[in-house]
């Protein structure tokens, strides 16, 4: 089955030309991460490229070479900034795989033993929790 084409009206194509805001920790010419506003565990960041791509499967090569290295630093500060056990990294594609935002996007989730996870996209988190969240990670990657 065909998937719709990207559609740049998305929240996620919002925050990139800035007309929404966001919890910001890394950005650079081609790829950024902020905090997820309903988080799955404290630190849930997601890390996109700037680049218009519906998901994983219309993106260039390019791109996606550019973003997971961007994964893997933002990955590494938010395990060190919650003294994460392990960090879960999820990208879903498509409604039926659970996506709900068409920008690519991968989540970067810390995870401690025994402690289980808060449902996808389920309760907004304290404006003021993320700011603080976001300020621990861009600390650890300094
Ligand atoms: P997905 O189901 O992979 O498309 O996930 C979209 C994610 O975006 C969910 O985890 C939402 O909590 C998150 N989200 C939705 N709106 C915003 C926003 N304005 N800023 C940050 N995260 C958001």
Do not use: C, W
């Not at 805001?21 to 996109?48: I, R």
């Not at 996007?105 to 988190?125: N, Q, W």
């Amino acid at each position: 089955m065909t998937s719709p084409a990207y559609d740049s009206s998305n929240i996620f194509a919002k925050i990139l030309r800035g007309e929404i805001p966001s919890h910001k920790v890394y950005e650079d010419d081609h790829s950024v991460a902020f905090m997820d506003v309903m988080p799955q565990a404290p630190g849930h960041t997601l890390v996109l490229p700037k680049h218009p791509s519906r998901n994983l499967l219309d993106a260039s090569p390019e791109a996606l070479s550019q973003v997971i290295r961007v994964v893997q630093k933002v990955a590494n500060a938010v395990k060190d900034a919650f003294d994460a056990d392990g960090i879960y990294i999820a990208q879903f594609n498509e409604p039926s795989a659970g996506q709900t935002v068409f920008h690519l996007h991968f989540h970067i989730i810390p995870r401690h033993e025994g402690t289980a996870l808060k449902p996808h996209s389920g309760k907004m988190e304290d404006g003021g929790v993320l700011a603080e969240n976001a300020r621990k990670i861009i600390e650890a990657m300094s």
